[in-house]
Each structure stands twice: as C-alpha cells, then as structure tokens.
C-alpha cells in the first residue's frame, strides 16, 4: 500500500532522502535511500534524485512493495505498442487516458491496460513505467520490461539523458528560439496548478518554431528536466499558452483578428495540443542510440488543417 504525504514548513529546502527520513521514520534511512534509487518513493508523481531539495507541500509517495498485483487490475484498454525488446517497450499513448491508478481513480490506465498485455509487468513496481505523460497529452512512453532496465532507465532520467521532444500548438507567435529557465513549483492558490516562482525547482525548456498560422504557433519543444506540467506552465507562462489547456489558460486568450468560426473551434478543442512526439536514449550495456518517434494524431492534424485554413496573417 502506498501512502502520501506533504512537506511541511520545517522540512523546507531540505534534501529529499533527508525529508523522507523524517516522514517515514517507520523505515530506515537505507531502505528510502534505496527506494528513491529504484522508483518506489516519489517527489509529486515524479522520480526524482536523492539530493532533489523538496518545498513546501511537495507531495512524498512511498511504494514499499511491489504493490501491483495486489491492488491494479489487469483491463482490455486500448493503446498501441509501438516498439518491443526484451527490455522496454515503447507505448503510444492515446488522448483522455490516465497513466495509473492514484487518488479518486482505480481503474481504466495504461497500467491496468499494460498488466492485460503483459501480465509479467506486475513483478515490477508501477507495472514497469517509468515515467508520466498527463492524462490528455498523447504520444511516447517507455515501460520497462525487467528490473535490470528499469532501474537503468531511471539512472538516465535522474541524469538527464533522456531526450524527449514534444509538439505544440500555442496562441501567440515565436520568432526563432527559446530556452525558458525558470524554476518551477506548486501554485500556493491551487493545488492542482504548478506555476513559475523563484522557490520552485529548477526546470529548463528549450523551444523552436516549427510554423506559424497568423497569430497561432506550431512548436518542437525539448525538455532538459521533467517537472509536473513543465511545458504547460512554461509556455503559459511566456504567454503562449497550448490551444485547449483549460488549467493553464483559463482566460481562454484568443489571437487577435481571429474570424468567429475559428475561435468556435479552439475553444471547444477538447485537450490541450501538445503530443510526445520523440524520445532518444542509449541501449544498456551498448554505445548505440535509439531514436523513436509517434505519428500527430487525427485531432492534433485537424487542428493544423483548420488553423491553416483560416490562416490570418
């Protein structure tokens, strides 16, 4: 059974193994320590390195046992597999799915859908997933077959050498390139938000304009760390907020001159148009690469089609 808790004001800037000693004083400092290293304790539903300094109300979560199981269902859920080894797959996440069960959710994930497909998943923790995509952003993920690979994957993600590309559709237009480094952390007015502060984490997001439709964007956009809604908030916060994001751009901010049966159509755009579209890492116990790349979706295409169409520049 996992449990969660907060980070309260006297555990401030304190290290994360050094905060969860003091949370879960019911297991040794060695256990956590490990159980950081392996994937079992998370900082806000992210991996994150021992050393990872925590803030107020940062959500801790210990997994002491591989609880699959037990406690995750295997489902008939749909999504593709786009890539299989004897180590990892790589999985093609469809739109309006949720990574794994967690709070209010016990069913209906890609991890009940990956425990029908592989029922050998349940030996690992999460079901051998390694890393989260939000529950309406599409595209790449990488799930570990074995614990060899996993705990390897991980390694590389806490080092950052995973490199992961994104796609984006944004209101407002980018000229060139933009690298945004600005920490990021929880919005203390909603929990649910995160927000660009100088006490958040550091979070750096590296931008370029693939084409521009009038006063509407196409972006590639890399992420050098995996914060909780990074791109979203980073974008946001440089007033190119993603078309649909209904977290982020509650004001629903519209271009100037856009025609009526434009605006119609992106403000009922149901998610937000952003889509995982690359991921690059290198082979365990090799020195080769391995680039893999998803297809825009039908809805994200559709969004170009229109958006070119109506083209107001």
Request: aromatic letters at 8%; one cysteine or more; charged letters at 30%.
């Amino acid at each position: 059974m996992s449990t969660t808790k907060k980070v309260s004001k006297d555990l401030i800037n304190l290290r994360l193994d050094k905060a969860t000693s003091v949370l879960f004083e019911e297991f040794s400092r060695t256990k956590l320590k490990e159980w950081i290293l392996s994937g079992n304790i998370l900082l806000n539903g992210e991996i994150a390195s021992p050393r990872e300094k925590v803030s107020l109300d940062d959500e801790i979560e210990v997994n002491p046992i591989n609880e699959v199981s037990t406690e995750w269902c295997p489902e008939n859920i749909d999504f593709s597999v786009l890539h299989e080894t004897n180590d990892f797959l790589i999985v093609d996440k469809p739109i309006n799915l949720v990574i794994h069960p967690g709070a209010g959710i016990s069913s209906g994930t890609l991890a009940n859908g990956l425990l029908f497909k592989f029922p050998k998943l349940e030996e690992l923790p999460r079901a051998g997933i390694v890393h989260r995509l939000d529950k309406d952003t599409s595209g790449l993920l990488v799930v570990a077959k074995n614990e060899k690979f996993r705990l390897y994957f991980i390694d590389l993600l806490q080092s950052r050498k995973v490199k992961k590309n994104y796609r984006a559709l944004v209101i407002g237009t980018l000229r060139g390139n933009l690298e945004i480094n600005i920490p990021i952390g929880r919005d203390k007015n909603n929990r649910t938000k995160m927000t660009c502060r100088e006490d958040g984490k550091e979070a750096i997001t590296h931008v370029k304009s693939i084409d521009s439709y009038g006063g509407y964007s196409l972006l590639d956009v890399e992420i050098e760390t995996g914060r909780t809604h990074q791109i979203r908030t980073h974008l946001a916060h440089k007033k190119l907020p993603i078309i649909g994001d209904k977290t982020y751009n509650t004001r629903k901010i519209i271009a100037k001159d856009t025609p009526d049966e434009l605006k119609d159509f992106i403000r009922s755009f149901p998610r937000q148009a952003l889509h995982a579209h690359k991921i690059e890492f290198k082979l365990p116990d090799s020195e080769d690469y391995v680039e893999f790349e998803s297809k825009i979706p039908k809805d994200f295409k559709e969004l170009i089609i229109t958006l070119e169409k109506f083209n107001i520049s």
